[in-house]
């Protein structure tokens, strides 16, 4: 039986219908890193019933009202709108409960004045509490059961609160009631009471606050307006462009996933009624914005055109007006917004730095740490090392921006949509396009710039880059680190004025690491430079990272299989595999290079039963899951060793040994590796399992060593 935790995170809105719900009150509504609410589940607690899931409006959402409803420009008296966010409506319709000995259920601020909550409230005095717009996401809490409780004593209830709250409501009772009123509003999206208490730290401690007011009217009428009132009688008070909180809210930096793609801001509505602020009546109708504000209204279906009737004569002024009127100025009746593309950044940065640095930093698009390289290639092992990196720098409190491959002039050659592309969208930061003379620019962005890893410093591979790989483009005032970066062979075959420029650029690199030995000996010999090996950044991010990708993989496994990772095949290669793993007594899975003509290289390798559409989740799946693997390639033989599996390495002297000699000798695994085909029927024959039990001590304490070196690079001052 599916229950909550079936829902994916991305569309659940908070709205505690299953909290609510819950037999055994199992299910609790947590606050995650965000600051936001969602559900967590009692093991102990939990029968299995499901109906949490079953009661989840976002898992099946519910549209019962008109498609088509009435709409009205709705002014109350100067008094009413005095006291509220737009014209008042939501007040006339409270107070025609209120008069029936009704209830009035709605948000409002708890006691530190800051988070809000939904109450319920029975008199006149009270219904102060919910007036006003709150632009912080309200803790339903227990709400909807003691609504119910209410309904089902045949007493008068009105609901006012967000579509999906709204939404919840109806999902949780399940069945029409004739003595409950909903009001939707019209959202543009909630932000967490954990981002609104990081804009409050940025301000002056006034020794607590008094009261909230998101739209007063006072100064600069009907517009959104932040006015923050202090116990010691200081004020905060800023119009919605002046006011930092106003810009990330109103661009959807800072709200919940679901409401960039919300299931209920539009037609048919949730509510009985429809509540906003009719942006824009003006244009058509001047008398209807007097600048005290006019409420929007929709009237859904025959409840609310009964109610509106009998509150109406308390308007001062109202008529219908066409709802195409408000499409211009209220698209979230129609449509949800969008968030922000830097929406997810910007809570990372809040979670690390102040609301003003982290808004700053996403104004002015500045970033710790520039990475550059090939994480843009169609390679497997180039994809991962570079995830890796900066996963590790990310964890180490950096934020990072991946460096787009320069080209020599506009205009740029299409970038592909390929399985590569569409895994760094998931994972990264990626800067625009420039060209080489563009490049310096990034300065003004970026503090630290880190290259590697990968075989950037393959003269054969980079040299029409110039010395791009080598941070050439980079000023004096900001620092140059390489980590990793692998000249992929033992020798630097560059000529001679070549080493020469490039050793004066390297010599101003604030620290150098290399991934093989051999590269240690090149960057003294060849550029005057001392470097340290590190490993790969591959052996630095924690293997839940991959797992957590490898669960997104859409692939299945049967039988127990040998997987052959082949980056250079060819027939005496295809032969041996197929013999590995009849000797094994596994199926035989094939993944080729993602940047080469897999036909050819299927040709080539004399097999036609190959994996294709391998995208990077699948491929960790692939090696993850696999009972024995055969790899002539380096990331292979890396996730080989992550995944503790039992592997024959092929050293791939096409595509740099040094590697290979580096880790393999490292780790002490020299002898399950073969430098030719003609060594594999050996090793079978002697083959022996791997102990990982001996390798992870080594391993541990390789990735220590290289993490502290990154650590301290990154950590130390420019030129110290």
């Not at 960790?620 to 990331?635: E, K, M």
Request: hydrophobic fraction near 35%; charge should be positive; aromatic fraction near 12%.
């Amino acid at each position: 039986m599916p229950d909550i935790r079936d829902v994916d995170k991305k569309i659940c809105t908070g709205c505690a219908a299953c909290a609510n719900v819950c037999p055994k009150n199992a299910v609790t509504m947590k606050a995650d890193g965000e600051g936001f609410l969602y559900p967590e589940i009692d093991g102990a607690k939990c029968v299995g019933c499901g109906l949490c899931h079953k009661k989840c409006p976002a898992v099946f959402p519910e549209y019962k009202n008109k498609p088509s409803p009435k709409c009205y420009a709705a002014m109350g008296g100067d008094g009413l709108r005095a006291v509220s966010s737009s014209g008042g409506m939501f007040g006339l319709i409270a107070d025609h409960v209120l008069k029936r000995g009704g209830h009035v259920c709605g948000a409002a601020y708890g006691k530190d004045n800051i988070g809000v909550e939904h109450v319920m409230v029975s008199s006149a005095e009270e219904l102060s509490r919910l007036r006003g717009s709150k632009y912080v996401q309200s803790a339903v809490g227990d709400a909807y059961k003691r609504i119910k409780a209410l309904l089902d004593a045949g007493e008068l209830v009105f609901f006012t609160g967000c579509p999906c709250q709204v939404a919840g409501l109806n999902g949780y009772l399940g069945r029409e009631y004739k003595n409950l009123i909903t009001a939707d509003l019209v959202c543009h999206g909630v932000p967490s009471r954990f981002v609104f208490e990081k804009f409050l730290k940025d301000l002056p401690e006034n020794g607590g606050i008094e009261r909230v007011n998101f739209r007063q009217k006072k100064k600069y009428g009907w517009t959104p307006t932040l006015q923050i009132l202090y116990k010691n009688g200081a004020e905060y008070y800023k119009p919605r462009w002046e006011c930092d909180y106003y810009k990330v809210f109103l661009s959807i930096m800072a709200c919940r996933k679901s409401c960039g793609d919300c299931r209920f801001n539009r037609l048919p509505r949730q509510g009985d009624f429809t509540l906003a602020d009719f942006w824009g009546i003006g244009e058509k109708y001047a008398g209807f914005d007097d600048g005290k504000g006019t409420s929007l209204v929709l009237l859904n279906n025959k409840k609310a055109r009964r109610v509106f009737s009998a509150v109406k004569g308390g308007l001062s002024a109202y008529r219908r007006a066409d709802i195409e009127l408000a499409r211009k100025a209220n698209g979230n009746v129609f449509v949800s917004s969008r968030e922000h593309p830097e929406r997810d950044r910007f809570m990372k940065l809040l979670q690390k730095h102040s609301f003003a640095s982290a808004y700053r930093r996403i104004k002015g698009r500045w970033f710790d740490v520039g990475i550059v390289g090939w994480w843009y290639g169609k390679n497997y092992g180039s994809a991962l090392t570079y995830y890796a990196l900066h996963e590790v720098v990310e964890g180490l409190g950096y934020d990072t921006l991946m460096l787009e491959w320069p080209w020599k002039k506009r205009p740029f050659p299409p970038v592909s949509d390929n399985f590569v592309r569409r895994f760094a969208k998931k994972h990264y930061n990626m800067s625009a396009q420039y060209t080489f003379d563009e490049y310096p620019s990034l300065n003004d962005h970026i503090g630290t710039f880190l290259v590697g890893s990968d075989q950037l410093w393959n003269y054969w591979d980079s040299k029409d880059m110039g010395d791009y790989y080598m941070l050439d483009f980079v000023r004096a005032d900001r620092k140059k680190i390489s980590y990793a970066t692998s000249f992929g062979h033992p020798e630097y075959p560059a000529p001679e004025e070549v080493c020469r420029r490039q050793a004066a650029v390297l010599q101003t690199f604030d620290a150098v690491s290399v991934r093989e030995d051999d590269g240690v000996k090149i960057c003294r010999e060849k550029f005057g430079v001392e470097a340290t090996q590190v490993l790969d950044p591959v052996f630095l991010c924690p293997e839940e990272r991959y797992r957590e990708i490898m669960a997104e993989a859409d692939v299945s496994f049967g039988r127990p299989y040998l997987l052959a990772y082949v980056l250079s095949p060819d027939r005496e290669k295809g032969e041996m595999l197929k013999a590995a793993a009849d000797g094994l007594g596994l199926e035989l899975l094939i993944i080729l290079d993602g940047q080469t003509d897999i036909e050819e290289n299927m040709r080539r390798l004399g097999i036609q039963n190959v994996r294709r559409n391998v995208g990077i989740e699948e491929w960790l799946a692939y090696i993850g899951n696999a009972s024995f693997v055969v790899t002539d390639s380096f990331h292979g033989t890396c996730f080989s060793v992550i995944f503790k599996k039992q592997f024959l390495c092929i050293r791939n002297r096409a595509r740099g040994i040094s590697r290979f000699d580096t880790l393999l000798s490292r780790l002490g695994l020299e002898r399950f590796a073969v430098d030719d085909i003609s060594q594999a029927a050996d090793y079978f024959g002697r083959r022996q399992d791997i102990d990982y039990g001996a390798v992870a001590p080594l391993l541990k304490a390789e990735a220590e060593r290289s993490l502290l070196w990154l650590k301290r690079a990154l950590a130390a001052p420019h030129g110290a």
